[in-house]
């Protein structure tokens, strides 16, 4: 079996002082780590077992195979959050994804304001995306597992906004994390480099046939 737990694309310490050497060790030390363990369970002696996590997911992605896609995707949408950042990261978006969101929002004001407005809304656990919705960006909110990768979208970046995320440095104030998030820490590097593969991919072929998404996980 090859799932295993990926390791940060950074240092423990590298996103502090937004996101602190103690929460990223609980956050990927454990509840990742036991996303990843769950799903290597799961799939142990099914046609699953040598999948990749992104096929696992997709493969689950039914009511019958609810347990295994809430430990899939959440492994998936964690591996996917920590490379949506980077030490230094954060500020105005440069790039394509800029152009893009210039587009569609109109400013980058405009974009952070719906963003912060999508992640701060989402009630209880889950998440908030960027994603390529055909040819044109949206913002968009998931709860619990669900994900992007199981429908036409693609994620070009995202932020966790359970609790274990943030409450050990931000206690109850999810605001200041995402402000944080969006001032310090997002990867527009990242986000670009998923809009490039989506977009070459849409060239080709229906983006559910081949992967367009930069971050792929065994």
Do not use: C
């Amino acid at each position: 079996m090859s799932l295993t737990l990926p390791p940060l694309p950074y240092a423990l310490d590298a996103l502090e002082p937004h996101i602190s050497r103690r929460t990223l060790a609980a956050h990927h030390g454990y509840h990742h780590a036991a996303y990843v363990d769950r799903t290597r369970a799961l799939v142990r002696g099914t046609p699953l077992e040598s999948a990749s996590l992104e096929e696992i997911v997709r493969a689950s992605a039914e009511p019958r195979q609810k347990a295994l896609f809430n430990a899939a995707a959440q492994a998936w949408n964690h591996a996917f959050y920590w490379r949506s950042m980077r030490p230094g990261g954060g500020g105005d978006p440069r790039g394509e994804v800029a152009r893009l969101i210039g587009e569609r929002f109109g400013s980058q004001r405009a974009f952070s304001q719906e963003f912060v407005s999508a992640a701060s809304d989402q009630f209880g656990s889950g998440w908030a995306w960027l994603v390529l919705d055909g040819d044109r960006l949206q913002i968009i909110s998931t709860s619990n597992a669900e994900t992007p990768l199981i429908t036409s979208q693609v994620p070009l970046l995202t932020i966790d906004v359970w609790e274990h995320a943030y409450y050990l440095d931000f206690q109850q104030r999810r605001l200041d994390y995402i402000a944080a998030y969006l001032a310090h820490l997002v990867d527009w590097d990242f986000a670009n480099q998923n809009l490039s593969l989506a977009q070459r991919s849409q060239a080709r072929i229906p983006l559910h046939q081949e992967s367009a998404i930069a971050v792929q996980i065994r």
